[in-house]
């Protein structure tokens, strides 16, 4: 079993910054890596994901050239940094481990609780 344990969140405005981390229980090592966000009313989204290594990244239309996914697994720890953050960003984000970095939330085995992040305009 891993436990993750997110943080960073919060109330932002239009255009900042924030990141989030991830810290995990254990060795993440042999775990892909990913942040999805759930906004009120609607199904939980793929936002970034990263390979076991951290070579390999991953984005939705909605995270590129705007978000940085990344990870030390010396620190067990996942990163998703957030610039030029919009109103349609406001959800909960929950990082997610899983065998390989998928778009899919049903390819992750392991979640975190969440952190709130609100963009306010």
């Keep these: ?4 344990e ?5 109330l932002v405005q239009v255009g900042g910054s924030l990141t989030l981390s991830c810290v995990a229980s254990r060795h993440i090592i042999n775990y892909a890596m990913g942040w999805f966000r759930q906004a009120p009313g609607k199904e939980r989204e793929f936002v ?11 984005y939705a239309d909605s995270a590129k050239g705007r ?8 620190k067990n720890v996942v990163w ?3 610039n030029s953050l919009k109103p349609e960003d406001t959800a909960i984000y929950s990082c997610a481990g899983g ?5 899919s939330p049903g390819n992750y085995v392991y979640w975190g609780q ?3 992040v609100t963009v306010s305009s």
């Design 1 to 4: 079993q891993v436990q993750l």
């Design 67 to 74: 978000f940085t996914i990344s990870r030390d697994n010396t």
């Design 6 to 10: 997110e943080s960073g969140g919060g």
């Design 48 to 58: 970034a994901a990263l390979s076991r290594t951290g070579l390999n990244t991953y």
């Design 80 to 82: 998703l940094h957030m």
């Design 99 to 103: 065998a390989v970095p998928r778009t």
């Design 114 to 116: 969440g952190t709130q």
